[in-house]
């Protein structure tokens, strides 16, 4: 995964760099670079809750080329795009594409954000390297500003971590889990022929739901124990 | 795709949910539910900008089940993990999975968000078919409301056209269902103190498993003629 450095350009309201810095920290990104922004006061630290670290950090520089620096990469991002392919600073790439695009790289990408109401300006788009864009609706495309770079840094968090899940059970455990469902249909005497198909129609919903091994375990004792009372209710009936 | 609901329970700013709206309008999900939440005025529409549509036709509700009402599937929210896999109800899918396994129906879902502060309390969360997360840093990983909603949007809004599933069960057929669940429970005398905790644990596993219809009535009919033997057996045993 790339060093991420979160571009903020004329920022005007104080409240979405502190948003913008909560997300950041939510998403392990601590590089914030401000160019020319309005003043950050209370209401900046009150949006930014535990990212307060990112914005008492932040830079501030007075061009776009100073916050750049260092960067082999510099995406531009923008609520405007084109559909025609003669104005090619605005021929987007989605988001999602670029990130798998750039994941195997560990050197440092700057995604620049733009004004709140003018976004980027054509000279500034110019040096942009790549332009990415969020898909939204087409009837009201332009998101927030710290919404866009939620979503830019969730795609960059989402592209190098995996979450480890609950153990599942292993291929015996759920063998033996089936066949106390086989064992329960037996029991009330469920209709021979239609067992067969029952039984894998229980085996796919538990394909599809991967229950962990409490899971199994514990609906594995339900079906026993029902089945064991009512064979014994047969016996001695 | 699903239709999706988005379900605001109790939210305390009002700025929140002026922002919760503008994202909708920008993934054109239009359906909004609020449980109790704070009044709405300046700074709610403020925020909202061009999804103020939304705000206007969001309905409010005094209970988390009025706004789940229609419902085929009650997705939960919770910035709160869990990493055993005994408290199986914070055991979480990761949204952009989610989204894929539901992206062949064209039923409507809700998306349960909880309070700012402390988010959806454990009965609201019990209520859920699935809980679902968005990955975020370990070191803090409480997003904003806002943006925890507009991430779960944009999930939906960027899965594209999917082989329609087959129906599946509706709410009630499941909750009809979940009561047999309960009822084999109670004729195996289940302990008593265990009872609500593997209630819900059966709940999530159907709510990963998305059951159809022909597979909840054959599971309930098993579950119902198990129950009834059972109980027979113990009149007359």
Chains 1, 2 share one sequence.
Not at 74 to 83: D, F, L, P, Y
Not at 194 to 203: C, K, L, Q, W, Y
């Amino acid at each position: 995964m790339p060093e991420v450095r979160i571009v903020l350009v004329g920022p005007k309201f104080e409240g979405n760099v502190g948003a913008v810095a909560r997300a950041m920290a939510n998403f392990d990104i601590d590089e914030l670079y401000l160019v020319e922004p309005c003043e950050l006061g209370d209401d900046a630290y009150r949006r930014a809750k535990h990212g307060s670290d990112v914005l008492d950090k932040a830079v501030t520089v007075h061009t776009m080329d100073e916050a750049v620096e260092g960067c082999f990469l510099v995406a531009g991002t923008s609520g405007i795009i084109t559909h025609g392919d003669r104005n090619y600073t605005r021929l987007p790439i989605k988001i999602r594409e670029f990130v798998q695009q750039v994941s195997g790289y560990e050197e440092r990408i700057a995604i620049v954000f733009g004004r709140e109401d003018v976004g980027l300006y054509q000279d500034e788009l110019n040096k942009c390297d790549v332009f990415i864009h969020v898909p939204t609706s087409e009837k009201y495309p332009t998101l927030n500003l710290s919404h866009a770079a939620t979503l830019v840094m969730y795609e960059f968090f989402q592209s190098g971590n995996i979450t480890r899940r609950a153990e599942p059970a292993d291929r015996k455990e759920k063998e033996y889990m089936l066949s106390f469902f086989d064992d329960l249909m037996d029991a009330i005497d469920y209709p021979e022929h239609r067992r067969s198909d029952t039984s894998v129609m229980f085996r796919r919903m538990m394909g599809r739901s991967i229950p962990t091994k409490y899971e199994y375990n514990t609906i594995m004792g339900i079906f026993g124990d029902a089945s064991k009372i009512i064979k014994k209710g047969k016996k001695w009936g």
